[in-house]
């Protein structure tokens, strides 16, 4: 385990939904393999939410979009000295993969699966506060009772279809995030500004703490600056602000 967490900040809405499927994603592959019921329901509850946003946002062209941006940044790259050109070759031809693969795709992202009845039916009913409970769904309560193996398989089956989304999301974000190195920080009396360079497109902010600190950042981004606050816990109430310096790693991923 890493002695340091990183708290990241996305500064524009298509890094927002990547980094919100990248966690449904992960969430979805830690509790696949779950033997229980509760297991299966929060791997579906994932699932269905990833259907969510790929509905309310044309993805696809999202996708291809950053990772022609993303290919045209590293090309340029080739020629310079000192460049691991062998990894570089590896991470284009990912890129140039995953951009096939979405290109062959024919119709919305996630329509593959978005029509099954259990999923369907599970949607429908998200918007209502506890709203698939057992006798909301009686379909859901009578599939929760299969054998594990067969609820598993099922599901291993509805993500194995997303993989054409979550595996270029992976690749964008591991690029995003290793694009720039961390810098060495004081927040004088806990609080830090810069401005953010109009001419480098930085896509995320990242701002990494000891893990033993008793602090956390709360980051405020615009266009044309960002701050952060580190903030100390209060049990049951408000944080409040650090009265003392705080040293900390910043990374802003531009690409």
């Given at each position: 385990?890493?002695?340091?967490?990183?708290?990241?900040?996305?500064?524009?809405?298509?890094?927002?939904?990547?980094?919100?499927?990248?966690?449904?994603?992960?969430?979805a592959a830690y509790t696949l393999r779950g033997y229980s019921i509760?297991?299966?329901?929060?791997?579906?509850?994932?699932?269905t939410?990833?259907?969510?946003?790929?509905?309310?946002?044309d993805l696809?062209?999202?996708?291809?979009?950053?990772?022609?941006r993303q290919e045209?940044?590293?090309?340029?790259?080739?020629?310079?000295?000192?460049?691991?050109?062998?990894?570089?070759?590896?991470?284009?031809?990912?890129?140039?993969?995953?951009?096939?693969n979405i290109l062959d795709f024919n119709g919305q992202l996630g329509q593959n699966i978005r029509d099954h009845e259990l999923l369907n039916s599970l949607r429908q009913r998200s918007s209502i506060v506890g709203g698939t409970c057992n006798f909301d769904i009686p379909y859901?309560?009578?599939?929760?009772?299969?054998?594990?193996?067969?609820?598993?398989?099922k599901l291993e089956n509805w993500l194995e279809k997303l993989e054409i989304i979550s595996h270029p999301i992976s690749l964008i974000?591991?690029?995003?995030?290793?694009?720039?190195?961390?810098a060495k920080i004081i927040a004088e009396k806990g609080f830090y500004q810069q401005n953010v360079d109009s001419n480098a497109p930085v896509q995320l902010i990242r701002v990494g703490l000891n893990r033993e600190s008793?602090?956390?950042?709360?980051?405020?981004?615009?266009?044309?600056?960002f701050s952060i606050r580190f903030m100390l816990p209060q049990d049951g109430k408000r944080p409040i602000q650090a009265m003392e310096d705080v040293n900390f790693q910043l990374v802003c991923c531009a690409i």
């Open positions: 385990m890493s002695d340091t967490i990183f708290y990241e900040q996305p500064l524009n809405e298509r890094m927002r939904s990547f980094l919100r499927l990248e966690h449904l994603f992960k969430h509760w297991d299966s329901r929060s791997t579906l509850s994932s699932i939410t990833i259907l969510d946003i790929l509905s309310r946002n696809k062209t999202e996708l291809l979009k950053e990772l022609e045209k940044t590293l090309s340029a790259l080739s020629n310079l000295a000192g460049v691991d050109k062998e990894q570089l070759n590896n991470i284009l031809k990912q890129i140039e993969t995953s951009q096939q859901l309560h009578h599939w929760l009772q299969q054998p594990p193996e067969y609820r598993i398989g974000l591991d690029i995003t995030r290793e694009s720039s190195s961390p008793e602090y956390f950042p709360e980051i405020s981004a615009g266009k044309q600056r």
